[in-house]
């Protein structure tokens, strides 16, 4: 797994990622280095998203998937993770407008019951404006963590076994993946982690199973177009074999 800088590299052999999944890492310690509090650090992060969306497109990229919210985060500090749901409110409401005029369509991951009702309908209204969009297709992950998501899928499989809904000789890895959180998603080319942490973190462990994987130094809120492109250069040039031997 490489580590990754903005740098001049060779014309890409292969196509662009069209599926790109990222670990926005780094917001915290970004404030923290300028002796801001954590959430300065978090809106920053916010803003950056809407720069990376925006590129999007024009890089070649169809699927963005970011993941915002861990199961794991819940161990944060109160202040923090009210002011982390406040903004994700608030981002889903000011950028209803843009991203339906930029033809993205926005979903979300992850378990919503433990999310505030406000919260969970706005997700759902934005979900159900923006999907007639086709330009991007932009997944957010809020509450979530691939293991808790593969327990929720077997717990369905099961009952669906349980009930005669499936059979079990049918209960394989198609039948699983179909009761995963990203069952109309194609799995990511790539997954990108930023601010030089070099683990998955509990990220689309099922979907990312055969990724191409990038670690940046890069904090959150200084990742820009630039770097990104860079990343999906480089991607390019690698040989996917998908577990077969070179020819």
Known sequence: MASSKVQDVAVPAGPRASHV?????????????????????????????????????ELGVRWLTIY????????????????LMTLFGRYIESEADRLSAQGVRLRFIG????????????????????APNTLLNLTVAINYGGRDELARAAARLAGDVAAGRLALDDAGEA?????????????PDLVI???????????????????????????????????????????????????????
């Open 68 to 83: 915002a919210f861990s199961t794991e985060n819940w161990k944060r500090s109160t202040e923090e993770v009210i002011g």
């Open 21 to 57: 999944a990222i670990i926005m890492d780094g917001n915290g310690r970004w404030a923290t280095s300028r002796g801001w509090p954590r959430l300065v650090g978090h809106r920053r992060g916010a803003e950056r998203v809407r720069e990376i969306v925006a590129a999007c497109p």
């Open 111 to 130: 378990g919503r019951a433990r999310l505030e009702p406000r919260l969970q309908d706005l997700m759902a209204a934005i979900e159900s404006r923006t």
């Open 193 to 247: 982690r930023t601010s030089g942490e070099m683990r998955t973190s509990n990220f689309l462990p099922w979907q990312a199973a055969y990724a191409e994987y990038e670690f940046t130094p890069t904090l959150w809120p200084d990742f820009t177009r630039t770097e990104f492109a860079a990343i999906l250069d480089r991607y390019a040039l690698r040989e996917r074999r998908f577990g077969g031997a070179k020819a």
């Open 175 to 187: 039948a699983l993946a179909a009761r995963l959180d990203t069952a109309d998603l194609p799995d």
